[in-house]
């Protein structure tokens, strides 16, 4: 049995309301207690336990990406569930939820199993599959949802497509509900600017690239609310990056519906400038939106309207991003910056570092269910991560621990890393 | 930097005079003879011996330009692409004497391209070559025709010819 | 003033000076076209490489007339007549060309940004002979020189583009070039093919074609791809004709001095009226004699120096 120490650090725990000078007990991998800092504590080490001296640190509870593209099955050569675990530690993420969009589709117990096993064995991380909405990622009919629930998944989508017809995405929100899992929705029109490949606005314009505007989004999430509406389901917004999509969804909050939704750092850090010089690392889906855009995601933040960060995670091997612009990937690699991007937030003073904890723990284990996750509440899983929030370093995509490099973030100067992340009482990370 | 006059306004008018008669003597006359400057200054002290010509014969010549920069042997060689100028070639100039005229005679290079541009525009009876200045130094079997002044220079020396309708002044000056 | 670039991509990066030094030296080359033997000693030895992932007459021959006039080996790889390019990527291609150690690649592609990209991997200078719907900068050049010529200036002149501007890469170079150089630049067209924030570049923007070329000097009409049609941006090529078209009627609008160009090829009858196209304005010719003078000067200027 494990027992871990974690002395002197300030510890930061939302769900229990604690901000101070704290020492953490774990003991067989569950907080055993969390007494005030005793700098005698432990001063003769004992053999059974390992002591971490946190001084100067911040000690929170691990952080959970509600949306990661781990790649396995089918596109290992992207990333696979060890090295996406590994780039999840390295970012402080004790629990990632891996999207369906595998080959074969995570819509179907087998596959979850698969994934669940591959975790158990290899993983560094809590690995959390969401299963598939529609057979085959295909929008056509539901998948086998009550048996994705029972082989493990936390969750239902299918990113990185919209459910196409209303009437399916119905079925789902009703089918959904006993079984509490919350329908996570890629929201875009399939029709409107079909083509397009980056922001609809003047630099599009500029570049003679094929526009997305704001309103694909808008009205994906419109109708989704509406739907939410109509079934009573629990709807949540992937990716958010609209300032009209955030005004919906704060509708959606004040009208009393079930309706959450997430943000990644890149859509409140980047705007679609960022693509000039047909970068192909600032090419994802959806795109990144303009400076108006951003204010509105960041008073979002502020005001719960948004309720979890999250990375989108999205490996694209190299063969995939050194291609023209319009043919390129979407997508980048978020585990390992998300930390130190969403920190200029509170730096900003968008947000304070406590809300920020909520945005990446506590409010995703709520979302997600997960309740003995997000807190350090006596008896929760000793995940927990340990931040120096004054670290100054150079991010090198040559050095992440992702299988792949595509980050437009390369060679940025980042405050904040994280030093230690600790899963299940275990040290699975240090910088 | 040390610099020495060596041909004055008056110095100059007397060489291009002395040249014209020269021309006048080696051929016989002025029939048939073309004359073409190479810019910048080429060109203008071949529309002054061309007005000598007209004040000795009382007959104006043919005057053009030739650039010979297209023709070039160290084009890429240099850090920047050396600016073009204007090539006129007035009349044909199929069996007809053509004189090259430049301010100053050095390695001979240029010579050599002015001569392959004449040639690609036709296969003149002969080509003579007028210099103000020869300051040696030559790197092409070369030799100029006409010349109104030898002057001796070491390699560091520049040689810089002044013109009037270029510079405001008539003069030839060697700088350090 | 000299031009110290390894790639002519965009107009949009050029300086107004860097405009005019390809303008006056495309000028000297208008008269070695016109000599006897048309062709200088200038690049002797050097290799360009032609590479169009696009089926292109007039652009690819004036390219390749250029090259030969200054002496350069030119090779033309076009993806209709060759399998190295086929299913290979442009990262590979240009690995395999640049192992033949071409001094320029000139490059159209049907993928905006497919030049930049390629500058990137390779030593050698890459010119944009078009890519997608950004920029097409020679022909951009050869309409400046051909405007400049007719009028004697660009500043202060009016200039009128119609057409399908949201797909167009000779309408963003052309008001780039166009602006840059002091002239006042009016678009028109229906406003399905006007792209997003258009007037930010520098330009007005009109829906009726009578209201752009009001006292125009120069009227540019770009081609329509009828293949358009089928993503209905305009709802019938005779609609089109009837009320964007330039016709002889509508051309009363601009002044009297009015001239016409068209990057051809043209579409008779649906962006421009026979009449109008074959008319004492049409400046047409002018601008394909100037194709060859431009790109030899881009030529000269991109190789002519040794960056070094």
Known sequence: MNRLLIKGGRVIDPASGIDGLFDVYAVGGKIA????????????????????????????????????????PGYEYKETVQTGAMAAAAGGFTSVACMANTNPVNDNASVTRYILKKAQEEGIVNVFPVGAISSGLKGETLAEIGELKEAGCIAISDDGRPIVSSGLMRLALEYAKPFNLPVISHCEDAWLAIDGVMNEGFISTKLGLKGIPNAKEDIMVARDIALAELTGGRLHIAHISTKG???????????????????????????????????????????????????????????????????????????????????????????????????????????????????????????????????????????????????????????????????????????????????SGKVVYEE | MKKKHIMDAKGIERALTRIAHEIIEKNKGVEDIVILGIPTRGVHIARRLSHIFKTIEGAALPVGSVDATLYRDDIGMKEVQPALKRTDIPVPIDNKKVIIVDDVLFTGRTIRAAMNVIIDFGRPANIQLAVLIDRGHRELPIRADYVGKNAPTSMQEKVKVHLKETDGVDEVVVEE | MRLKRKDILAIEELTKDEIELILSTAESFKEVSEREIKKVPTLRGRTIINLFYEPSTRTRTSFEIAAKRMSADAINISTSSSSVVKGETLKDTARNLEAMNPDCIVLRHPSSGAPEMLARLVRCSVINAGDGSHEHPSQALLDLLTVKERFGRIAGLKIAIAGDIAHSRVARSNIHGFAKLGAEVSIAGPPTMMPSEIEKMGCKMFYKVEDAIRDAHVIMVLRIQLERQKTGLFPTAREYSKLFALDSKKLEHAAKDVVILHPGPINRGIEISSDVADGKYSLILEQVKNGVAVRMALFYLLMGGSRE
């Open chain 1, 33 to 72: 207690a969390v007494k005030p800092y005793e700098p005698s504590a432990f001063s003769l080490q004992p053999n059974d336990w390992t002591v971490i001296d946190a001084a100067g640190l911040v000690i929170c509870p691990g952080f959970i990406d509600m949306h990661t593209h781990l790649r396995e």
């Open chain 1, 245 to 423: 999509a955030v005004q919906l969804v704060r509708n959606a909050k004040q009208n009393g519906l079930n309706v959450t939704a997430e943000v990644t750092p890149h859509h409140f850090t980047l705007t679609d400038e960022a693509v000039i010089g047909y970068n192909t690392n600032a090419k994802m889906n959806p795109p990144l939106r303009t400076k108006k855009d951003i204010d509105a995601i960041k008073t979002g933040l502020q005001d719960g309207t948004i309720d979890a960060i999250a990375t989108d995670h999205a490996p694209q091997n190299s063969d995939e991003k050194d291609v023209e612009f319009d043919k390129a990937a979407n997508g980048i690699v978020g585990l390992e910056t998300a930390l130190p991007l969403s920190l200029r937030l509170v730096a900003e003073g968008v947000m304070s570092f406590n809300t920020l904890i909520e945005k990446l723990s506590t409010n995703p284990a709520k979302l997600l269910g997960l309740d003995s996750k997000g807190s350090l509440k006596v008896g929760a899983d000793a995940d927990i991560t340990i931040v120096d929030l004054n670290k100054e370093w150079v991010v090198d995509a040559k050095e992440l621990k992702s299988k792949s490099r595509n980050t437009p973030f390369d060679g940025w100067k980042m405050k904040g890393r994280v030093v230690k992340t600790i899963v």
